[in-house]
């Protein structure tokens, strides 16, 4: 051989192997798993087939070996027993406040134990960073990221009642005097509120408009119970509101028994005018084929508050026992998956972003062109994507109650003692002081 | 010897020694019954020793693992607790419901089957089959039958120019709807059974019955249903048992709601252990339902049992 066609020879053969390389190390992190072993991802079923044509291709590109099953029923109750019988799990989905608990108990790797975590961090919106953080440890990376509480607004039956822009509320105080004067004109059923019977349901519905109104439930840094019973506090004010609403009679016991889909079905069906619903089911509403009011689906823009909640879900790794190797490939199969693949890209939480319009926790996936796009395809009209940016960004989150060990203890007490004060006509001052109550009793329980 | 009343002869001597080295009865039923007993020691004693430890603790998985003794507290404590004694009612109302409904639907299709019908072999299959259905799947099934948004009843109710759906998971009704769908899954064994009883009852007692121009209703009354009462005694314990168990149709047709309406001990016992978290509490919450279902069959046999059994 030549020296000349030697050196290009060993110039290509370098060019291969460094691209070969690239591709898995595009992060400056190797990707590619060593051990041999299985890593196990659960999750809650949603979109099971995307979630298995991901892992698929991880599978198949990156030789993995991972096990991707569904955990169905009440997920965060089972996903803790499955975490305290040390089950074989290394990746799965929770929320923040099942995410505190799970750390508290030793059951999670916090996402700062990542290679890449500098360049994770730098990606996030700041408050979503601020929402997964517990103990100033980052507890997974993002799923995806949205506002739970989003008024949104049926415009077909909204408008053929002579309501305009101009009558849009602003606040809570707003949109029940709304809901009274749509059914003044004749609309029998123009509030469907976010009273469901998923462990998300009422309780959240109370939470976010709370927070929506000023309040805040709990301390954010120590905990310590918030909630006052004064007359125009935003806790008084709400379960007032409540009351007056469930005594109406406008609202079907019915909706305590929807599940979610029963929940966006039931807004679909047109049927209503308003209702508090999660951000990217905006797309769900103006789907033809799957609602009866697409096209006509807009949301409520911003006005003297927030709307909604931040409702996000993580991707978070378990601390069970297993080899270190093993560990490592975990960490590597979170990182491909959370965040970005062996060509540097966020390509799973952009197939999010179109196939169901997750919206991510990563800048760049929410401030592309492509999600750009998608967001005005699935709105109804086009001030309405400046609308959701907007409301998206402003998103609270109820780090009193969520941020803390005791959250999902918290919550199924909130589920029932809501319910029971619609349905026994319960003594608004007296609810509050058992909230108070319960929170006190939790901090104890857990030394806070 | 002696003669019984019913003129056999009883056996009243001494039995004969056996034979040095064989085995005598009671050592050959343990042996043979050991196995079984090492099989219940590990399913049943393990866990049932655990709870009760349980129940005396309180069991704390957060900052760290820790078992407080805190004696009877758990025990006493839910006697104050008022989603107790509402689950109480719930899981009495329940479990009445279903066992009447069961027993009610098993001795009409017990009957049904019992008659010369065409193609009675799958007439028996399809009605086999609710039995064959899981709760879980049943609960689902139940859930999208009767939810206002989906039901059967605002089908109806729109194609006779309704305007309302025909919601019956509210407040009123729910307990019954969880008890028919309880009933639905549980009647085919009991009809079974039935059935079997009723194909032992001689055919003379039928023809005599003709010959004594009893009614159709008389006949039932007086001839057919006097031979089922031990087997009906005995399903109704047994569905009792499993209606006061009944947990996952209920998890997953109403989550213990609207509100608390349908949550049932199970439910709350489910709530307390692993939503809470609160083990301890759980745990002895469940030794009451224990005593509650043992409560419920004593009662059953003392007022049923007893008399029908001799």
């Known amino acids: ?448 | 010897m002696a003669v019984g009343s019913a003129g056999q002869a009883i056996q009243t001597s001494t039995p004969s020694r056996k034979p040095r080295g064989e085995m005598s009865d009671t050592r050959f039923a343990f042996l043979i019954g050991l196995p079984v007993l090492v099989f219940l020691l590990l399913v049943v004693a393990y866990p049932l020793g655990y709870a009760i430890y349980m129940s005396l603790h309180q069991i704390v998985f957060f900052g760290g693992y820790r078992a407080n003794f805190v004696g009877l507290k758990n025990f006493i404590d839910v006697w104050s607790d008022k989603s107790f004694i509402n689950a109480i009612w719930i899981t009495l109302r329940f479990t009445v419901e279903s066992v009447v409904l069961t027993m009610i639907l098993g001795l009409c299709l017990a009957s049904l089957m019992n008659q010369r019908i065409r193609m009675a072999g799958l007439v028996r299959t399809l009605l086999f089959l609710p039995w064959c259905v899981s709760s879980y799947a049943a609960g689902l099934m139940f859930g999208q039958l009767v939810r206002g948004q989906t039901g059967i009843l605002t089908t109806i109710s729109f194609a006779f120019g309704g305007t309302q759906g025909v919601d019956l998971m509210g407040r009123a009704t729910v307990v019954e709807v969880l008890a028919v769908a309880n009933a639905w899954l549980m009647s085919p064994l009991v009809a079974f059974f039935l059935l079997a009883n009723m194909k032992t009852i001689p055919k003379r007692l039928y023809d005599l019955a003709a010959i004594d121009r009893l009614t159709a209703w008389e006949t039932f009354r007086y001839v057919t249903l006097p031979p089922l009462q031990f087997t009906l005694f005995v399903f109704a314990s047994i569905t009792t048992v499993l209606s006061m168990k009944m947990f996952d149709m209920i998890l997953i047709m109403t989550g213990g709601g609207p509100g608390t309406a349908s949550a049932t001990l199970t439910y709350q016992i489910y709530k307390r252990s692993f939503k809470d978290l609160n083990l301890g509490y759980g745990a002895a919450m469940s030794f009451y339902l224990l005593f509650f279902i043992l409560g419920a069959t004593f009662l059953i046999y003392l007022v049923w049992g007893r008399r029908v059994s001799r």
């Open chain 1, 1 to 448: 051989m030549k020296r000349r066609e030697f050196g290009l020879l060993a110039g290509t053969a370098g060019l291969a192997l460094m691209s070969g390389a690239g591709r898995t190390l595009a992060q400056g992190v190797d990707l590619k798993p060593t051990s041999g072993e299985t890593v196990y991802f659960r999750g809650w079923n949603f979109r099971t087939d995307v979630v298995q044509a991901n892992v698929a291709r991880y599978n198949q590109q990156m030789d993995g070996k991972v096990d991707y099953a569904t955990v169905t029923g009440d997920y965060p109750a089972l996903m803790e027993q499955n975490l305290m019988a040390g089950a074989q799990l290394d990746m799965f989905y929770a929320n923040p406040s099942s995410a505190c608990r799970y750390f508290d108990a030793g059951w999670v790797l916090p996402a700062n134990e990542l290679p890449n975590y500098a360049e994770i961090d730098a990606e996030l919106y700041p408050n979503l960073k601020e929402a997964w953080t517990y103990k100033g440890q980052l507890l997974g990376l993002s799923y995806f990221a949205s506002t739970r509480g989003t008024m949104v607004v049926n415009r077909k039956l909204f408008e053929e009642h002579g309501f305009t822009d101009a009558d849009l509320p602003k606040n809570w105080d707003e949109v029940y005097d709304l809901i009274y004067r749509m059914k003044d004109k004749g609309i029998e059923t123009p509030f469907l509120p976010h009273w469901f019977g998923e462990w998300f349901g009422i309780s959240w519905g109370f939470v976010l408009e709370v927070i929506n109104r000023g309040g805040t439930i709990a301390d954010p840094e120590t905990h310590q119970p918030t909630i006052t019973t004064d007359e125009d506090g935003p806790y008084y004010k709400t379960l007032a509101a409540w009351k007056k609403l469930w005594q109406s009679g406008m609202i079907a016991q019915e909706v305590f028994t929807f599940n979610e889909g029963g929940y966006i079905d039931a807004f679909a069906s047109g049927r209503y005018v308003m209702s508090p619903q999660q951000i990217y089911d905006i797309e769900t509403f103006n789907r033809p084929g799957r609602s009866q009011i697409a096209g006509s689906c807009s949301l409520v823009p911003m006005g003297d508050h927030p709307w909604g909640i931040i409702d996000s879900g993580l991707y978070v790794m378990s601390n069970r026992e297993r080899s270190e190797a093993l560990t490592d490939d975990v960490k590597k199969f979170v990182s491909w998956y959370g965040f970005k693949d062996q060509d540097g890209k966020i390509a799973i939480a952009q197939n999010w972003m179109q196939e169901n319009m997750l919206f991510s926790g990563y800048k760049s996936v929410m401030e592309s062109a492509e999600t750009a796009e998608r967001i005005k395809k699935a709105i109804a009209r086009p001030e309405d994507y400046e609308a959701i940016l907007k409301v998206y960004q402003n998103t609270p989150f109820p780090k009193g109650i969520w941020s803390v060990v005791w959250s999902e203890e918290f919550n199924p007490f909130l589920k029932e003692t809501l319910s029971s004060f619609l349905f026994d006509d319960g003594d608004i001052v007296e609810t509050l002081e058992s909230m108070t109550a319960k929170i006190e009793e939790l901090n104890g329980k857990y030394g806070i």
